[in-house]
């Protein structure tokens, strides 16, 4: 007898990927030689890789979740739902570094590799050599020397016009989700097994300022790259190289000063408006400009010229969704979820957001650079063209089906 | 105007880690423009005051003031940048007083203390802003004028394309004041296609030294990628060259490389698998990375 | 194409210059002159320097009545510009324009659009002065002070105006008493004319930016291959013969996204509408790079697929990699470079005919996607009806600019069927009339001067002949009024009666001469 097991519910080996949030799967028998029964009882376990992720199960969309999930499947080869979910503290740290096995009694009937691809914090130890390698390595493939899809997000954070569409107003954190999740999915396209890493600014992160990694800082404007980190090939604007030095104040091997840490920003407000217009200025400005303003990163015009950007904002979405978690709001409409004063375009809960929406002229930037939003093997959501308030229920917490996908190390799901 | 000053350091109240701010932009303001207080203590006012600044947009005028006015102390001017600059993400919210802190930030370009010239400088070359481009360029040809070391000159004007630079560059690379005067005017030169030739030859003089080479090879990759996969090969199968020269080029065809041409290349792979066994570390880990991909 | 021009001109020489050509006699055409992005003065110069340069002489212009010929450059600067210095000069110069036009307010609400968070204290009265306090005017301010100026003929952008004064969006408050004072002007209920609404979209009588050309395909074409975005090599005719073309100029580094990256964009939108109306497959399109050296075929590629833009064999994306001189020459491409950079470009949009002759050129100003492909498609049925054939020469019919005048020279040509030259001289003189009309007519005006002459001779000639010199007077009288016509002042109608005179003088030639050889005729036939 054989069975396969189907993760997000598709055969596409680049759809083996879950997350704290749980992923449809489901179930057939595709050869039911020997089988007697018209079902049969299937066990579904983990089987432990050393420093492999960890995963749950459950089989329906309520419930709690177990180690061991026992089915009962019918041998015409018709499907039966179950979900999987990755265990909160044991992200995966390499591609299928999960493994599901299906067993009649004791016998193997199916198995499948699988990776729980979590967000990480970016120093190491927890983002590890091999996950920072393939990181830098997927970035840089991308950016291919300012010849590749790199250029569409840094022409998304440019022009004035742009920017009205992502900054100082409600759609601030939307946007930026929107905009961190296109890139992950980029880089996922071209290794899998990426996962956007986020830089904690409240926290010391002295590997993240390294060669290996997303540069050195060694006293001069230019950051310094080992020789086999592919980085140093970066070109943006038609230059190569990434200007990048911390303040005086800022010493790479600390905190960075006057960053607002987390559990301040977290007690900002319990309502979106003034959550998000303080964080906006601190931690996120505030973090920005830890830098000076020499520095690509520090100016809203050109930041994301500098990989840090994405590290950067990718922590801005962790707070985010960490508050969301803490205050419950990932309903759109509940009022406290988002900010509901009147807004121009793009900034309202109904509107679509650019440039995914393609919309260009009148209230909107001259161009849309890029087209529709990525999409990713493991769910539909938030769609080519998302609105506003696509982007708050990112865990599908409200509605399944608007889990995006992504989910942070340290952000459990309910 | 060379003359460095003395480095704002890093203060305690910058150092501690802040809690959600209390104070409003009004008392924050009163204490960071009071000259009665410690510089410490207005520094830290003019920390929290990005929290608060929204409050009233009013704010961000006295704060470009207390940029502007020489009188006050550097460290709390620079502090000042620093707070205009986290206000500046906020575009629409900022655009009124751009204008006065672009004006502010000209006459700053011009303060005997360094710092604040390059806090200033930088933020006007990031704008493309004219005046900065000038003054900078001036520099660089009349050293006396030279508001920045012609490194961080040259550094600032790479952030425009289309500033007159090159020329000056040139001139800087056939005599350089220094040798990071002379690195910082080839990466300016490195978005120039007539520099091509130029980084060719310096990445194949074994004379010179091996980080302006590897400089010279990123150059080349993006100007005439041909020639840089080609000299990346000769580079790599030569047994007398430089490991991190080595290891650079080894990168540049992994991740950038003719697939198809690389796959089919039985010399070059016998070459880096030679590499990935007996190599430095960083080559040897180039050569897997190679051999990962190509095998 | 980079020149090897050095710079001869200082900045504060240049300065010093344009002070001085505009207390000239031939201001406007001297000062019009040097807004050529081509112009020398300009080559080797930064973007910045080009900028200070060019606002000078927009400064400049601004201090006398703006003539109609500098309309364009104002407009284009208020539709394109994003550069603080040059939006403020245009909206200053705009104000100089002898009455105010309904059809500028849509493109100075545009300027407002572009440059209100670029918003910046300036310094308009001296040279490459930067402004070091707020004191001064900035770009909003200028833009607002010619809406102002504008007054009733804003009337068109009043609701636009309105979201300026409205919160959150709008202006900030220090704009809003400007704002006010003008929404009191402009009744809120007052839905314009139909004639009026016309007024707001149509460019001032006599102005345009689309401009039909004289057909011809000059032999340095032959010279030029290009490179596509796979790296395939290709002539000029390859490119173009064949089928009618819809080309564009554009640059991978060209940091002002309002020109080659939205002309990419629209040249996407342009393949849509003509795979709608299913003509992609007899009409070609292909973006040039103005930077060959730089814009290799991958990143050509990317940045075409950025922008949605289709790529295959009929469709192309091109840099060339000889007979580049050929190209800006045949085009008559308006820039400058710094090293092989761009400093300063236009908006350059081309329809092309089957035979690679430049049929109709969009330049200087937004174009409209809907247009473009009708005037492609135009020449594509024209070549449908009347198949081309290939012609190195100019064809002499600038059918649209001159439709009348066409057919006048035909009858001109029929009564006169003996005189080849005469007829390419009564071309002449409707040329020169209507220079202005014609694009790039500095390169024809010394020609056509030639001709006149030419054609005053032969008069001479037919009269010395006839005997009386009544009709050469009158041609004469006629050139010179042409020649007059041209000098700065208003006295525009005069070519049209030197036109006249120079017809009549021609005719009575000719008349003369061919009632004389019809004497001698008789007289012959009567002697055999």
Redesign the interface.
């Known amino acids: 007898m054989n069975v396969e097991l189907q993760i997000n519910n598709s055969a596409n080996p680049n759809a083996n990927f879950v997350t704290w949030a749980p992923s449809p799967c489901r179930i057939r028998v595709t050869d039911p030689t020997g089988a007697t029964t018209p079902t049969v009882s299937i066990q579904i376990t983990q089987v432990n890789v050393a420093g492999g992720g960890a995963v749950r199960f459950r089989q329906g969309t309520t419930g709690a979740f177990a180690n061991s999930l026992t089915l009962t499947v019918p041998i015409s080869g018709v499907s039966v739902p179950f979900f999987i979910a990755g265990r909160f503290g044991q992200p995966s740290s390499n591609l299928g570094d999960v493994r599901i096995q299906a067993r009649v009694g004791t016998t193997l009937v199916g198995s499948v590799r699988l990776m729980v691809r979590i967000r990480k914090n970016a120093v190491s130890p927890s983002f590890t050599a091999g996950e920072r390698s393939r990181f830098v390595s997927a970035l840089a493939v991308l950016n291919n020397q300012g010849l590749g899809r790199f250029t569409d997000f840094r022409e998304m954070h440019r022009v004035p016009a742009a920017l009205n569409q992502a900054h100082g107003r409600p759609g601030f954190l939307p946007w930026h989700r929107a905009y961190m999740l296109d890139l992950e999915r980029e880089l996922q396209a071209i290794d899998p097994s990426v996962a956007l890493p986020y830089w904690r600014f409240d926290q010391p992160a002295p590997s993240i300022f390294t060669p290996d990694f997303l540069g050195g800082f060694n006293g001069t404007l230019n950051v310094q790259f080992s020789a086999n980190n592919p980085l140093r090939f970066w070109r943006t604007d038609g230059v190569t190289g990434i200007l990048r030095r911390p303040i005086p104040a800022f010493n790479l091997n600390l905190a960075p000063p006057g960053v607002l840490n987390e559990v301040g920003t977290l007690g900002l407000s319990t309502s979106y408006g003034p959550f998000r217009s303080n964080m906006e200025s601190n931690p996120h400005g505030r973090a920005h400009t830890r830098f000076d303003t020499t520095s690509l990163v520090s100016d809203v015009t050109t930041a994301p010229r500098d990989p840090l950007f994405f590290l950067l904002h990718c922590n801005v979405d962790r707070l985010w969704a960490k508050w969301q978690r803490t205050n419950n709001r990932f309903d759109s409409t509940v009022p406290a979820s988002y900010d509901s004063t009147p807004s121009p375009a793009g900034h309202n809960l109904p509107d679509t957001m650019w440039p995914w929406n393609g919309i260009t002229g009148g209230t909107r930037p001259p161009t849309a650079p890029g087209g529709t939003l990525a999409t990713s093997p493991c769910t539909t959501a938030p769609g080519l063209s998302p609105r506003v308030r696509n982007m708050l229920d990112y865990q599908g917490i409200v509605n399944a089906a608007a889990r995006m996908a992504f989910d942070y190390d340290d952000v459990p799901f309910a | 105007m060379n003359k460095k000053h003395k480095?704002?350091?890093?203060?305690k109240a910058?150092?501690?880690?802040?809690?959600?701010?209390k104070v409003s932009a009004g008392q924050a303001l009163s204490v960071a423009t009071s000259t009665k207080k410690t510089v410490m203590q207005r520094v830290a006012a003019l920390?929290d005051m990005?929290?608060a600044?929204?409050e009233n947009d009013e704010n961000l005028s006295a704060v470009i003031n207390l940029l502007g006015n020489k009188n006050e102390p550097a460290e709390v001017r620079?502090e000042a940048?620093?707070s205009l600059?986290?206000?500046?993400?906020?575009?629409?919210?900022?655009?009124?007083y751009?204008?006065?802190y672009?004006?502010?930030l000209?006459?700053v370009a011009q303060d005997p203390n360094q710092?604040l010239r390059?806090?200033?400088?930088?933020?006007l070359?990031?704008?493309?802003?004219?005046?900065a481009?000038?003054k900078l360029i001036e520099g660089l040809q009349t050293p006396d004028k030279a508001l920045l070391p012609p490194?961080?000159a040259l550094?600032?004007l790479?952030?425009?394309?289309?500033?007159?630079?090159?020329?000056v560059a040139r001139d800087i690379v056939d005599n350089p004041p220094s040798t990071?005067a002379r690195r910082?005017a080839l990466?300016?030169l490195?978005?120039?296609?007539?520099a091509a030739p130029l980084f060719e030859k310096i990445l194949l003089d074994k004379n010179e030294v091996t980080e302006i080479r590897?400089?010279s090879a990123?150059?080349l990759?993006?100007?005439n990628?041909q020639k840089l996969q080609t000299h990346a090969r000769e580079v790599v199968l030569d047994p007398n060259e430089e490991?991190?020269?080595q290891?650079?080029c080894?990168?540049?065809l992994?991740?950038?490389g003719d697939s198809a041409a690389l796959a089919q290349d039985a010399t070059l792979r016998k070459r880096v698998q030679e590499l990935s066994d007996k190599a430095p570390k960083?080559?040897k880990?180039?050569a897997k990375?190679y051999l990962e991909k190509y095998q | 194409m980079p020149s090897v021009m050095t710079k001869v001109l200082l900045e504060s020489e240049f300065a010093t210059l344009v002070k001085s050509l505009a207390s000239s006699p031939t201001r406007n055409d001297s000062l019009l002159d040097l807004l050529r992005e081509d112009h020398p003065y300009y080559d080797q110069r930064s973007a910045a320097a080009v900028v200070r340069m060019r606002g000078w002489v927009l400064l400049a212009l601004a201090r006398s009545p703006l003539p109609d010929k500098a309309l364009l450059y104002v407009l284009e600067e208020l539709d394109t510009g994003i550069d603080s210095y040059l939006v403020a000069a245009a909206a200053r110069a705009l104000r100089a324009y002898p009455i105010p036009h309904a059809s500028f307010a849509p493109f100075v609400l545009r300027a407002i659009t572009n440059i209100r968070y670029q918003d910046e204290p300036l310094v308009l009265e001296r040279y490459g002065e930067y402004a070091e306090s707020l004191t001064g005017t900035s770009p909003l301010g200028e833009l607002l002070a010619t809406l102002v100026w504008l007054g009733s003929q804003a009337q068109s952008v009043r609701a636009e105006i309105k979201a300026l004064r409205t919160p959150p969006a709008g202006l900030a408050g220090r704009w809003w008493p400007a704002l006010d004072g003008l929404l009191k002007r402009l009744p809120e209920n007052n839905v314009p004319l139909a004639s009026d609404s016309q007024a707001c979209c149509e460019l001032p009588s006599g102005l345009r930016h689309v401009f039909p050309w004289p057909r011809y395909r000059a032999e340095a074409v032959e010279s030029i291959i290009f490179e596509d975005h796979t790296g395939v090599r290709l002539t000029f005719q390859e490119c173009f013969s064949g089928q009618p073309s819809i080309v564009v100029f554009f640059y991978t580094r060209c940091d002002n996204p309002l020109k080659c990256s939205l002309t990419i964009t629209k040249l996407a939108r342009v393949q849509k509408l003509l795979e709608e109306r299913k003509l992609s497959e007899q009409i070609r399109t292909a973006a040039i790079t103005y930077d060959p050296s730089f814009d290799l075929p991958e990143r050509l590629r990317v940045y075409g697929q950025d922008r949605s833009l289709t790529m295959n064999p009929q469709h192309r994306m091109l840099r060339v990699m000889e007979g580049n001189n050929a190209l800006h020459e045949y085009f008559k491409l308006k820039l400058n470079f710094i090293e092989s950079l761009v400093n300063r470009h236009r908006i350059e949009i081309y329809v092309l005919n089957a035979d690679g002759q430049i049929a109709y050129s969009f330049e200087r100003l937004h174009w409209d996607e809907v247009e473009l492909v009708a005037r492609a498609n135009e020449v594509l049925e024209e070549q449908n009806i009347k198949p081309l054939t290939h012609s190195a020469k100019p064809s002499g019919g600038w059918r649209d600019t001159l439709p009348v005048l066409g057919t006048l020279a035909s009858l001109v040509v029929a009564i006169f069927p003996k005189c080849p030259l005469c007829w390419a001289a009564y071309l002449s003189m409707f040329g020169i009339a209507g220079l202005e009309q014609i694009p790039y007519s500095p390169w024809l005006q010394p020609l056509l001067v030639v001709v006149v002459l030419i054609n005053l001779a032969s008069i001479w000639l037919r009269e010395r002949t006839a005997g009386g010199f009544a009709g050469f007077y009158l041609a004469t009288l006629g050139a010179l009024a042409i020649f007059a016509s041209k000098l700065p002042f208003d006295w525009k109608a005069l070519a049209w009666w030197g036109v006249g005179l120079t017809l009549a003088g021609s005719l009575i030639s000719v008349l003369r001469l061919s009632v004389l050889r019809l004497s001698l005729l008789l007289i012959q036939r009567k002697l055999r």
Request: aromatic share 6%; glycine share 4%.
């Open positions: 480095t704002v350091k890093a203060t910058t150092r501690k880690p802040q809690k959600a701010a920390a990005p929290l600044l929204r620079m940048v620093q600059q986290t206000a500046s993400f906020s575009v629409a919210t900022f655009a009124p751009r204008g006065e672009l004006a502010t000209r006459k710092e390059e806090a200033a400088l930088g933020v070359a990031r704008v493309q802003d004219g005046f481009q000038k490194e961080q550094q600032l790479s952030y425009d394309v289309h500033a007159d630079a090159y020329s990071e910082e990466r300016l490195g978005s120039d296609t007539k590897q400089l990123s150059a990759q993006s100007l990628p490991d991190d020269l290891a650079t080894l990168t540049a992994t991740h950038f960083q080559t880990q180039g990375q």
